[in-house]
T-cell receptor, first 115, second 111 residues
Framework: GAVVSQHPSWVICKSGTSVKIECRSLDFQATTMFWYRQFPKQSLMLMATSNEGSKATYEQGVEKDKFLINHASLTLSTLTVTSAHPEDSSFYIC???????????FGPGTRLTVL | KQEVTQIPAALSVPEGENLVLNCSFTDSAIYNLQWFRQDPGKGLTSLLLIQSSQREQTSGRLNASLDKSSGRSTLYIAASQPGDSATYLCAVFEGAQKLVFGQGTRLTINP
């Protein structure tokens, strides 16, 4: 089946620094990638949708200047959390789709802890 | 705004029992519905996808049903095993691609 990887799997950073998380589709071309956030014991909340070569579409309440998303190729999307604060600590999960109504394949997630 | 609710939030049963997980959604105008499994600290594994025109899907010991008119879906697990212990998430498609998730049911199967 289709495989999506994320790097790093976990990261700890100091408040005020920026952190970049990568999402890669390993064996298919991902026209569309999605970024989700999951707080402890809560469900996944969609943050943004990105199409290759286009600007990401952010969900209501998600700060686009804080969560920078780049989808520069058909196999890679990055999420950069800028000036991270402790409240940004969460589990970030990406998913990738070949487009249209195709199935989304989920990455293993990245645990971010901001001290 | 679509809201997805899963009941119960947690369930613990002895090995071998059959069980049902429930999912309800507020807006019946959905494209599809999907059930996922999430192990602690891990990503999601897709279990079953039910298209809006379907009423159920089966895969091995799993059976998922969909009743759009009542805004409900159930996931039936037969002959449960300790390896089935995980959090089960229900998600509805709001449009062709956007997934709206429930909060999940944390399932524990006791040997």
């Amino acid at each position: 089946g289709a495989v999506v990887s994320q790097h790093p799997s976990w990261v700890i950073c100091k408040s005020g620094t920026s952190v970049k998380i990568e999402c890669r589709s390993l064996d298919f071309q991902a026209t569309t990638m999605f970024w989700y956030r999951q707080f402890p014991k809560q469900s996944l909340m969609l943050m943004a949708t990105s199409n290759e070569g286009s600007k990401a579409t952010y969900e209501q309440g998600v700060e686009k200047d804080k969560f920078l998303i780049n989808h520069a190729s058909l196999t890679l999307s990055t999420l950069t959390v800028t000036s991270a604060h402790p409240e940004d600590s969460s589990f970030y999960i990406c998913s990738a789709s070949a487009g249209g109504t195709d199935t989304q394949y989920f990455g293993p997630g990245t645990r971010l802890t901001v001290l | 705004k679509q809201e997805v609710t899963q009941i119960p939030a947690a369930l613990s049963v002895p090995e071998g029992e059959n069980l049902v997980l429930n999912c309800s959604f507020t807006d019946s105008a959905i494209y599809n519905l999907q059930w996922f499994r999430q192990d602690p600290g891990k990503g999601l594994t897709s279990l079953l996808l039910i298209q809006s025109s379907q009423r159920e899907q089966t895969s091995g010991r799993l059976n998922a049903s969909l009743d759009k008119s009542s805004g409900r879906s159930t996931l039936y697990i037969a002959a449960s095993q300790p390896g089935d212990s995980a959090t089960y998430l229900c998600a509805v498609f709001e449009g062709a691609q956007k997934l709206v998730f429930g909060q999940g049911t944390r399932l524990t199967i006791n040997p």
